[in-house]
T-cell receptor
Framework: KAGVTQTPRYLIKTRGQQVTLSCSPISGHRSVSWYQQTPGQGLQFLFEYFSETQRNKGNFPGRFSGRQFSNSRSEMNVSTLELGDSALYLC???????????????FGPGTRLTVL | QKEVEQDPGPLSVPEGAIVSLNCTYSNSAFQYFMWYRQYSRKGPELLMY????GNKEDGRFTAQVDKSSKYISLFIRDSQPSDSATYLCGLLRVQFYFGTGTSLTVIP
């Protein structure tokens, strides 16, 4: 079974630009979560989508948004990029049908975003 | 105050050593505890999980939870160079919370 895939793997943008990252979950997984990983703050939860609906959201500004398509693929968008948005963005998929489920999250390799 | 605190290290040990990785958490509502391992340029992968206080063993790995102290640990016995990675503790309360990760290098 193919794992979680994320595209692109690396991205360089400048301040003020916007960016869209893509995630394809494991086949059959309908829950997709997004995380930001930085050395100082670690892995921080951005939001979770299930069946095209956002069902949980972390404590990030509105510049961070996402969506999920009917095939469970998900995109994350960051508008008006800031230097502090430089991070590894990870997507994770799971079978979780309930919010807060303990079903294992399977992570993709991440997209490394650098904001200059 | 962060929900989960983890010493970032880095930790460097000789092959065969016993490694102890630790996290503390602030909210007693956490009931599900995990350890993830992340190799360089890869996403985290689940190593172990547990619900209860006490020890859970899986081969060379032992996860320990002390709910009264809000303290979780991962022990690695007979450490191998292939164990060199970043280890993240994770907890679940509606959403997943993770520590910052501890970077471990096992020297042959």
């Amino acid at each position: 079974k193919a794992g979680v895939t994320q595209t692109p793997r690396y991205l360089i943008k400048t301040r003020g630009q916007q960016v869209t990252l893509s995630c394809s979950p494991i086949s059959g997984h309908r829950s997709v979560s997004w995380y930001q990983q930085t050395p100082g703050q670690g892995l921080q939860f951005l939001f979770e989508y299930f069946s095209e609906t956002q069902r949980n959201k972390g404590n990030f500004p509105g510049r961070f948004s996402g969506r999920q398509f009917s095939n469970s693929r998900s995109e994350m968008n960051v508008s008006t990029l800031e230097l502090g948005d430089s991070a590894l963005y990870l997507c994770a998929s799971s079978l979780a049908t309930l919010a807060g489920s303990t079903d294992t999250q399977y992570f993709g390799p991440g997209t490394r975003l650098t904001v200059l | 105050q962060k929900e989960v605190e983890q010493d970032p290290g880095p930790l460097s040990v000789p092959e065969g050593a016993i490694v102890s990785l630790n996290c503390t958490y602030s909210n007693s509502a956490f009931q599900y505890f995990m350890w993830y391992r992340q190799y360089s340029r890869k996403g985290p992968e689940l190593l172990m999980y547990t619900y209860s206080s006490g020890n859970k063993e899986d081969g060379r790995f032992t996860a320990q939870v002390d709910k009264s102290s809000k303290y979780i640990s991962l022990f690695i016995r007979d450490s191998q160079p292939s164990d060199s990675a970043t280890y993240l503790c994770g907890l679940l309360r509606v959403q997943f919370y993770f520590g910052t990760g501890t970077s471990l290098t096992v020297i042959p």
